[in-house]
C-alpha cells in the first residue's frame, strides 16, 4: 500500500532528525498524483524555533512548490500524531488526508488527546494513525533513552522550572 511506502521515507526524515540530534520527526507532503512535493524533519533545535516542527515545515515548503498556500488534495505524511499547533497548520493548509506512525498520547491532536476533526472548523481532514507505528516509537524511545537525565545539557538551566 503507497500509504507503507511514504510513510517509509517519513522515516528516513525522522532518522535524519535523531542523527542530528533533533527529537526524530519525519513528515512527507504527497500530491494528489503520489508525487512527493515537500519532505523535511523537525528542526526545533538547529532553527531555534518552537515552530520548526516537520509538519510546518513540510506545509511550508509544499506551499512553496505549488504556488498556493492551499494543498487541496494532498496528504501529509508523519511519523509521529500531530500537536495541536501542527493540527493548525493542517487545518490552514486544507490538506485532505493525514496519515501517522505512532500515537501522542500526551499532545496528539487527532484522537489521542482532542482530535480537531471534533471541533466545529469549516474544514475536515481524513485521518489514518498507526501506519508503521513501531518503527516510529522505536526511533522515539531510543532518543529519549539515550537523552535521558541530560535534559539540561540540551534544554538549558530552566527546564521545567516554574516563573516567580
Given at each position: 500500500?503507497?500509504?507503507?511506502?511514504f510513510m517509509e521515507i517519513c522515516l528516513e526524515e525522522a532518522a535524519r532528525a535523531f542523527e542530528e540530534e533533533e527529537v526524530p520527526v519525519g513528515a512527507v507532503i504527497v500530491s494528489?498524483?503520489?508525487e512527493v512535493i515537500s519532505k523535511t524533519h523537525n528542526l526545533t533545535?538547529?532553527?531555534?524555533?518552537?515552530?520548526?516542527h516537520?509538519?510546518?515545515i513540510a506545509i511550508d515548503k509544499a506551499?512553496?512548490?505549488?504556488?498556493?498556500?492551499?494543498?487541496?488534495?494532498c496528504t501529509l505524511y508523519v511519523s509521529k500524531e500531530p500537536c495541536i499547533m501542527c493540527a493548525g497548520g493542517i487545518m490552514e493548509a486544507r490538506l485532505k488526508r493525514v496519515v501517522f506512525g505512532c500515537f501522542d498520547q500526551k499532545r496528539g491532536a487527532f484522537g489521542s488527546l482532542i482530535d480537531v476533526n471534533n471541533i466545529s472548523l469549516n474544514?475536515?481532514?481524513?485521518?489514518?494513525g498507526g501506519v508503521l507505528k513501531e518503527k516510529s516509537e522505536d526511533l522515539l524511545k531510543r532518543f529519549f533513552?539515550?537523552?535521558?537525565?541530560?535534559?539540561?545539557?540540551?534544554?538549558?538551566?530552566?527546564?521545567?522550572?516554574l516563573s516567580r
Open positions: 500500500m503507497l500509504d507503507s511506502v494528489s498524483k503520489n533545535i538547529t532553527n531555534n524555533s518552537p515552530t520548526a516537520a509538519e510546518m506551499s512553496r512548490v505549488v504556488g498556493n498556500y492551499r494543498l487541496l488534495g474544514h475536515k481532514v481524513e485521518v489514518r533513552q539515550l537523552r535521558r537525565g541530560t535534559e539540561v545539557a540540551i534544554t538549558g538551566p530552566t527546564r521545567n522550572r
